[in-house]
C-alpha cells in the first residue's frame, strides 16, 4: 500500500520512469475517465474516446523514460489526448469534406447527361450483392442503408454491440467497393449512394 507522499504524481510518474507497472496502473485508475470524458466531448463516436484513451495511455508507457516529474502529468495527459482528438477530427473532416466533394461533382457531372446510370439497375446490384453477405451483415447492412437506421438503434435491435455493428458495416462497404472494381461508374455511384444515407 503507497502512503500519501508515495501516491503524489510526481511520485508515481518517477516510478513509472523506471517500469513500475503498478504506479502505471495508479496514474490510469485515476485519470481514464477525465480523459475519456474530455475526448468524448469532441467525438461522436464513444468508440473513438476509447481509442483517444488507450492511445494516451499507450503512449505514456511507450515514452515513459522520458516522462518529466517537474511538469504536471495532468496537462502532459491532456495535450496528448487533445492531439490525437484534433488528428482525428482533420482526418475525419478530410474524408467528410471529399465525399461531399465527389458527390457534388457527380451531381454536376450526371445531372444532364441522359446516359447516366439507371439507379434502378445499381439498386438491383446492390441487392445482389448484399444477398451474398452472411445473414448477419446482410441484415445490418440493410437495416442502414434501406431503413436509414443509425448504429446504434441497429444495435439496439439486434441486441449487439455499437462497435460489433460498426464492424460489421465496414467490411460489409469494403466488400460492395471491392466487388464493383470491374465497374468504376459503379463504384462512384455506390460512393455516392453511402454518402446519402
Known sequence: MLNRGQNRDDTLVSQVRNGSIQSFRILYDRYNRKVFL?????LREKQDAEDVLNEVFLKIWENRHSLKTETSFQSYLFTI???NIRKRYLKKSKEEENIRKFASEYVLETSGDEE?????LFIRKLDKLAAQLPDRRKEIFLLRYRQDLKNKEIAQRLDLTEQFVKNQLSIARKYMFSAMTSDREMQEFFLFFLFLH
Open 81 to 83: 489526448a487533445y492531439n
Open 116 to 120: 447516366q446510370l439507371d439507379y434502378n
Open 38 to 42: 474530455f475526448s468524448r466531448k469532441y
